[in-house]
């Protein structure tokens, strides 16, 4: 993943024994490159699809500063696969 943008307003909340953050729906970019030359082959955008949005909070956060980070809202294994399918089973240039 070489980025995550934030789309929208908060859509659920991640709640900790010493923090809450808020949960956003997000585009997240990923870059393929040539391992040979390291030249950019492709980038694709994938949204965020995973629901309940809560499904995005990881486990119990130790976070204790003033103002927590926000959450991205994650990808569901099943939009990723699809939308990666298509580098993995092209043909070679």
Known sequence: MTDVRQRGSAIGRCTWTYSTSDIYPATY???FYE???GRTVRVVHIDSDLLPAEESCSGDSSYRGPIPPDRAQG???ATLIDALRPLMTSAAR
């Open 75 to 77: 990808v569901r294994t």
């Open 29 to 31: 970019a990923f870059t």
């Open 35 to 37: 391992t040979r030359t």
